[in-house]
């Protein structure tokens, strides 16, 4: 049922409570005594932090945020990437989950190449990662140098027989 008759809520009777939609923009969430916020796609919100920031009262009185989001590689940094690094460390009290592509049951590598064969090398590494690791890492598909290459370089790396003008030379 949706109550009152309008698109963006739906009413729940049973439980006198509500869902309201909002869009992602700048005022949406604002003055509001909501118990939970669903960002969906939130790396794609232009004011995912001033959004953020507007619901944060109604969190700290108990509310919960979920914020879901395939990773864009051109946002490198962004607001959601932020907190979610800031939850794998400890540092905001959110609970970082990963659903890579592997978690499905299921799929396998014979899989994901069949369900990503028609995308580009650069849509499949932002829309289909493998790993956590591979969600958040440099887009290699677009990168100058192949990192094949450069992993096996780093991993040959060893340390400098001895250390001079403070690691100069």
């Known amino acids: ?11 729940l009777p049973a439980t006198h409570s509500k869902i309201i939609t909002l ?9 509001t005594d909501i118990t939970m916020a669903i960002a969906d796609e939130w ?18 009185r108990g509310g919960i945020f979920i914020g879901a989001t395939t990773i864009l590689k051109s946002k490198t940094g962004s607001f959601p990437q932020q907190i ?25 590598e014979e899989t994901y190449q069949r369900d990503t064969a028609a995308m580009s090398p650069m849509r499949r590494e932002q829309e289909c990662p493998r790993t956590e690791a591979e969600m958040f890492a440099p887009m290699t598909a677009a990168g100058f140098f192949d990192h094949g290459v450069l992993e096996k370089m780093l991993a040959e790396c060893r340390s400098p027989v001895s250390s001079r003008y403070g690691g100069l030379v």
Not at 3 to 10: N, R, S, T, V
Not at 23 to 31: D, F, K, L, V
Not at 89 to 95: S, W, Y
């Open 43 to 60: 790396e794609t919100h232009k004011y995912a932090e001033d959004s953020f920031a507007a619901i944060r009262p109604a969190m700290m």
């Open 1 to 11: 049922k949706r109550y009152p008759d309008q698109e963006d809520i739906i009413g």
């Open 23 to 31: 869009p992602s923009t700048y005022n949406a969430g604002r003055a």
């Open 84 to 108: 979610y690094s800031d939850a794998k460390t400890g540092k905001n009290g959110f609970v970082p989950l990963c659903w890579p592509y592997f978690v499905v049951p299921g799929r396998n």
